[in-house]
């Protein structure tokens, strides 16, 4: 039920506006609490903050019809407020900030923005240079974020700083997370990034300066937010996963659909025993991600240690969804490389998935320490 309902909302009011919002570089904030009003955002937050008290699965099947509205900016967008930045308050954070903030995410009426990644640093989350020193009850921000998704719209920010230097075998002590209002004074967007892909998903780099955030918007116990971190990583990487899987059912669909219609050489496209066995290989991949996100996600619900399984996870399915983009492209020929045709931004919004949240080389290197090498 909920998998129709979601699937129904996504092809009357998100998959008709996707052209307009790609040109646009953003999505309308009408969107949100939209989102909020029919229980999308927040489902497995408890009733209580406005949530829908569901269970993972129920985030599996968001994000994989998300995934499907051939707007890989969509699926970022509402992947990041609700299961990267979000968590952040509801696993660490205060009573009372949950009560303040949680409800109005959930409605859809704050927008949230996960701000971790620095213009120096990438994947090295233990590089970070933003720095927050405490000065009575509060503690003020200087330094930088970069490639932040929701960045240019968000009215709340969850930050990671670090609140004391790390020595050079233990950076990732000293860094904590806060909790940032947008118009907090000292905080500007730098400007908004102009991407190959997922255009539609605003993308910015953020400036602090001098930025004074109380000191109990801090989440969680100081020093301790690169664990955190990680933490929600692992969720982010199951998501970008999910994404994946929406992502290239959605493509071999109007892949299959063309190659029907389409005739050479007399017969339809889909009659050539080489088109068939690309299309044939494209299908086992899917099926295979499908089947190995399925398996993390479960174990990952179940509480177990799914480190190794959601590494391996976010490297095959973002391997995977840029083969099905290669093959589904060279399928609509000359079409294909047009961008009247979904297909083609279906290419450019892949092309994100081997890099954010943990490139392919940390997935690799990851995998490989949990082997008995």
Excluded at 204 to 230: I, K, N, S, T
Aim: proline share 3%; aromatic share 8%.
């Amino acid at each position: 039920m909920f998998r129709t309902a979601i699937r129904q909302f996504i092809e009357r009011e998100i998959m008709p506006h996707v052209e307009e919002w790609e040109a646009a570089g953003r999505m309308p904030r009408s969107i949100w609490p939209r989102l909020g009003e029919l229980g999308f955002l927040g489902v497995e937050y408890d009733e209580k903050y406005g949530g829908s008290g569901a269970d993972l699965r129920t985030t599996m099947v968001l994000h994989e019809e998300c995934a499907r509205s051939r707007s890989g900016s969509f699926a970022m967008a509402v992947g990041v407020h609700c299961d990267m930045a979000s968590p952040h308050l509801y696993w660490t954070g205060s009573e009372a900030l949950k009560t303040k903030y949680l409800p109005a995410m959930c409605r859809g009426e704050l927008l949230t923005a996960i701000a971790v990644t620095e213009p120096g640093g990438g994947s090295d989350v233990a590089a970070i240079r933003t720095r927050a020193v405490r000065d009575g009850d509060h503690y003020v921000l200087n330094g930088s974020k970069m490639f932040i998704t929701n960045g240019a719209t968000a009215d709340v920010f969850f930050v990671a700083a670090r609140v004391e230097a790390g020595s050079a075998d233990k950076r990732h002590r000293g860094i904590s997370m806060f909790l940032v209002e947008r118009n907090t004074p000292g905080f500007t967007v730098s400007r908004t990034l102009d991407k190959m892909g997922m255009r539609a998903s605003d993308t910015a780099e953020l400036a602090f300066q001098d930025l004074r955030v109380p000191a109990d918007h801090l989440l969680g116990r100081e020093g301790v937010g690169f664990y955190e971190v990680m933490r929600v990583f692992q969720r982010e990487r199951l998501v970008a996963g999910l994404h994946a899987i929406g992502m290239a059912d959605r493509a071999l669909d109007d892949t299959m659909a063309y190659v029907r219609e389409r005739r050479a050489f007399g017969a339809p496209l889909s009659d050539k025993q080489v088109v068939r066995h690309k299309l044939a290989d494209c299908a086992t991949q899917l099926e295979a991600a499908r089947a190995l996100t399925y398996a993390a996600c479960l174990k990952y619900e179940a509480g177990e240690d799914a480190i190794r399984e959601i590494s391996m996870v976010k490297l095959f399915t973002a391997e995977m969804v840029n083969r099905v983009a290669y093959d589904c492209v060279q399928l609509h020929g000359g079409y294909g490389y047009m961008r009247e045709y979904p297909i083609e931004r279906f290419a450019r919004d892949a092309r994100l998935l081997p890099i954010g949240g943990g490139t392919s080389e940390i997935m690799r290197e990851i995998i490989a320490k949990h082997l008995p090498l």
